[in-house]
């Protein structure tokens, strides 16, 4: 998959640094929006994007959501060979090491935690689920909020992080939408849950844009791929009765495999093959 959740999602690590494009001469949001419309390598990220989530979408409409997500991070990892194709260069131990470790951790989780579906009961609770998503939604965007606003009071550096933290819940708020609109049929365009995928997605995509170019990218980058599937975990036993495995020995491994591939993410976002060329990002200020 090259997108996560939504289009333009963050486990499209290298997709989503090659559509970077340089942070000068942008005024406002408007500015930030025009300049990236203008650029080639943005627009064909976000077709491979656009294809993602159309895949991603078609897995929760099968799957659980603290499957799919998980294993989307696997993504990061798919995404270096194009990366370092484009960049004419070639993965060091560096990369090897990430990469190995966050195959390594993802699996780990899905194995000790093996996400099942929610029972028959649980499933037939359509009217809870959806009071709970809808709340769900309002306290998401009302923290995304508070984080973006938080941008204004803090050093650059951290307000690359605030908005990154908002970024991550509306992609993880929104695979869950995502989940909800595949499972109202056809007639999805009439429901709530498609009208709160297309918002979550849309601020979820913008603020991510935004700490991509408010400062350094190892500021940013792990903390949007590690927040969404972690949030989409919790979404997935919360609104859609989804049960892990408790049992002591899987939990540790699920706990386990949890931590080396957050590690996996960190070892990768100071990767050369992650971090901006020369004159790509880390320049901008927040509108």
């Not at 899905?110 to 809870?128: D, E, T």
């Not at 769900?136 to 009071?153: D, E, K, R, T, Y």
């Not at 972690?230 to 036993?237: D, R």
Request: aromatic share 8%; charged share 10%.
């Amino acid at each position: 998959s090259a997108g996560g959740s939504g289009p333009s999602t963050p486990t499209s690590a290298g997709v989503s640094v090659v559509s970077m494009v340089p942070s000068e001469g942008r005024d406002g949001a408007v500015g930030f929006l025009a300049s990236l419309l203008r650029s080639p390598a943005w627009l064909l990220g976000n077709v491979l994007n656009a294809v993602g989530w159309a895949l991603q979408a078609a897995a929760l409409g099968r799957g659980e959501l603290a499957w799919v997500q998980p294993l989307l991070l696997l993504s990061v990892v798919l995404s270096l060979p194009l990366t370092a194709y484009i960049r004419r260069d070639v993965p060091g131990a560096r990369e090897w090491t990430g990469a190995l470790a966050l195959v390594a951790g993802v699996c780990a989780f899905l194995v000790g935690a093996h996400p099942q579906p929610a029972g028959a009961g649980v499933a037939g609770q359509a009217a809870s689920q959806a009071l709970a998503g809808s709340t769900a939604a309002v306290a998401l965007v009302g923290v995304s909020l508070a984080a973006w606003l938080c941008v204004f009071a803090t050093r650059r550096t951290h307000g690359a992080t605030m908005l990154a933290i908002a970024s991550g819940l509306m992609f993880a708020l929104a695979a869950a939408l995502t989940k909800a609109t595949v499972a109202t049929g056809l007639g999805f365009a009439l429901q709530w849950p498609f009208y709160g995928l297309v918002t979550t997605t849309a601020l979820g995509f913008y603020w991510m844009q935004r700490a991509y170019q408010s400062g350094p990218l190892a500021a940013s980058f792990p903390v949007i791929i590690a927040l969404d599937p972690m949030v989409c975990v919790l979404l997935g036993v919360l609104l859609f009765g989804e049960r892990l495995d408790t049992s002591p020995w899987s939990r540790a491994l699920a706990i386990g495999g949890a931590l080396v591939a957050l590690a996996g993410i960190a070892v990768l976002s100071r990767s050369r093959f992650i971090e901006a060329p020369s004159g790509e990002g880390g320049s901008a200020e927040p509108a």
